[in-house]
């Protein structure tokens, strides 16, 4: 096989990932995990059954493979943001907006997750992405930890879990999709707890002699 037939077959295996994903993802959220079938997400990719079980392997790999495009693939384009600010505040609101979009975008998907883990697969899938998303959190709060002002009275294991907490797919729920929240509002309400918590103590530029004023 030449290498531009073998280029060829891996475009039109992708393209059709893409198309099971695309369609599966509707269903999803509107039927839920349990009543979307590899039958029905097969009909509307307009693929066969075997074509979708040799290119996925099951139906919590399809929902897998959503739940990445709805995170764009790129779990950590936040980094070079936080990085470059200087100030913790700055540092921290940046995560928040970026961490913040990832959760709006992946909520109806993971709401329907969280519905079926009742059920092995997504049970651990739910738990290879949580996971997955606390080591996302720990590594930016390792970043934060390194601008001025950052707290010193809590552990980064700690940090970590407040900031996996307060920025969590459930927290956004209760406060936006329950409770009717814009959703700006619930990155603002984030940002100042995690400010609370993270930076109690803002860094204050140097006094001029002679003391502080």
Do not use: C
């Not at 707890?193 to 803002?202: K, Q, R, S, T």
């Amino acid at each position: 096989m030449s290498t531009r037939t073998r280029a060829a077959r891996a475009e039109r295996a992708q393209a059709t990932r893409q198309r099971v994903v695309a369609a599966a993802t509707p269903m999803f959220v509107r039927d839920g995990y349990v009543e979307t079938t590899m039958a029905g997400i097969a009909r509307a990719a307009g693929v066969a059954v075997q074509t979708l079980y040799l290119s996925f392997g099951s139906k919590a790999a399809v929902l897998e493979a959503a739940l990445a495009v709805a995170t764009d693939d790129q779990p950590n384009e936040w980094l070079p943001d936080v990085r470059a600010e200087e100030a913790g505040a700055s540092a921290l609101r940046r995560y928040v907006e970026q961490a913040g979009a990832q959760v709006e975008r992946r909520f109806p998907l993971d709401a329907a997750l969280r519905a079926a883990a009742a059920d092995p697969e997504p049970a651990e899938l739910l738990d290879r992405t949580r996971r997955a998303e606390l080591a996302v959190h720990a590594q930016a709060v390792d970043e934060l930890a390194e601008k001025p002002g950052f707290t010193t009275d809590i552990s980064l294991q700690r940090a970590t879990e407040i900031v996996a907490t307060v920025l969590s797919h459930e927290t956004y729920g209760l406060l936006v999709v329950t409770q009717g929240w814009p959703a700006q509002d619930w990155a603002d309400w984030v940002t100042h707890h995690l400010m609370v918590d993270l930076f109690p103590f803002p860094h204050l530029p140097d006094s001029p002699a002679g003391g502080p004023g």
